[in-house]
């Protein structure tokens, strides 16, 4: 079952432009990653933030996580054709187990 | 390193069939968990190991499911019988401890179509 849901599903930008999706949950957590999807290919992690954190950023990359609230966001700054691919939310628990969101299909037009 | 590997790539098989993915984890890595894709049901954990026990199985779908780990350089996710609903992509992913809850680590996928 998936816990993270995310908005928008999909989204379409030019070259140079930020992006921003984000991510809601309903249960407590560990910590919450990114992880983006390119088309017909595997997962591969971005970055991750821990549930005492609220800003974490990773070069062109800012994640932030309001536990109050259950919601994280991803910020792509200047974004680049090459960025355009799915991004999924997973949250961690108290186990090793992750639970993905829905993702966010983003199409950077160039 | 090769990363996660996953064989087949691509598998088409018709209804009724066994099927068998494999998956070699990254060397050292001491979990190793399964996935599937649908564009109904988004990505769904099956099945979980560490140290090649499976730790949670709640994921498997149903009885004609089944997942092994022999030894820490593979495992096996079996369908038998296969159903057409069960095409999807299936995704292997590992990851090793000391990393904390860290990142997996995921394979390539293999594309199941069954007919």
């Known amino acids: 079952s998936q816990q993270g849901e995310e908005d928008p599903q999909a989204l379409s930008i030019q070259e140079g432009e930020n992006a921003t999706m984000n991510c809601s949950y309903k249960t407590s957590i560990n910590n919450l990653q990114w992880y983006r999807q390119n088309s017909g290919r595997g997962l591969v992690h971005l970055i991750l933030i821990r549930s005492n954190e609220r800003e974490k950023h990773s070069g062109r990359l800012r994640v932030t996580l309001d536990t109050s609230k259950k919601s994280s966001s991803l910020l792509i700054t200047a974004s680049r054709a090459a960025d355009t691919a799915s991004y999924f939310c997973a949250t961690g628990g108290a186990t090793n187990k992750l639970i993905f969101g829905t993702g966010t299909l983003l199409a950077v037009q160039p | 390193d090769a990363g996660v590997i996953q064989s087949p790539r691509h598998e088409v098989t018709e209804m009724g069939q066994e099927v068998t993915l494999r998956c070699k984890p990254i060397?050292?890595?001491?979990?190793l968990f399964w996935y599937r894709q649908t564009m109904m049901r988004g990505l769904e954990l099956l099945i979980y190991f560490n140290n090649n026990v499976p730790i949670d199985d709640s994921g498997m779908p149903e009885d004609r499911f089944s997942a092994k780990m022999p030894n820490a350089s593979f495992s096996t996710l079996k369908i038998q019988p296969s159903e057409p609903r069960d095409s999807a992509v299936y995704f292997c992913?590992?990851?090793?401890?000391?990393?904390?809850?860290?990142?997996?680590?995921f394979g390539p996928g293999t594309r199941l179509t069954v007919t």
């Open positions: 992913a590992s990851k090793l401890t000391g990393t904390g809850y860290g990142e997996q680590y």
């Open positions: 060397s050292g890595h001491d979990y």
